[in-house]
């Protein structure tokens, strides 16, 4: 884990991007705001997620127009560390998953990982090309997800799943 979560607060045009520590028992950021390494305004909360750094953050609180917040975990959908391909671009390379409790949030982190490895097995025996298996792994997290509300961003090249 890199402690690390993407603050983002609707404001008049869009929302404002800071950075924060993360932490699976919290629902809102604990304080320590500072400067996200970007653009610090976006369009829209699926706009902010775009421009996440999939390896770097953990996860992400987001402050509606109603001044309630909303946790969210990280989910890098990426599978090359762990095959041995060259790593895409992990900004906007992944979902980011409402989360309910620091259990559930522990729980998904593990599942996304353990989820990963059947993959990479499929894909070292060149049954399951990479994108693929991104597409199955995105898939299956919008299934354990449930009601929960799922966004999901894409970089450049990378197909998005349709489900």
Do not use: N
Request: glycine fraction near 10%; include cysteine.
């Amino acid at each position: 884990m890199t402690d690390r979560a993407l603050v983002v607060r609707t404001v008049t045009a869009g929302v404002r991007l800071e950075a924060t520590v993360w932490h699976d028992d919290r629902v809102c950021p604990d304080g320590r705001l500072r400067a996200f390494d970007g653009d610090d305004r976006a369009p829209s909360l699926s706009a902010a997620v775009e421009r996440l750094d999939f390896a770097r953050y953990d996860g992400l609180y987001y402050q509606g127009p109603d001044g309630d917040w909303t946790a969210f975990l990280a989910c890098w959908l990426a599978v090359e560390p762990w095959t041995g391909d060259p790593t895409p671009e992990p900004r906007g390379d992944g979902a980011v998953v409402e989360r309910r409790t620091a259990r559930d949030a522990q729980a998904l982190r593990s599942w996304v990982r353990a989820a990963k490895g059947p993959l990479v097995d499929e894909i070292a025996t060149g049954t399951l090309p990479p994108g693929e298996a991104r597409s199955r792994l995105l898939g299956a997290l919008r299934r354990r997800a449930g009601d929960r509300r799922v966004i999901v961003a894409a970089p450049a090249g990378v197909q998005r799943s349709r489900r």
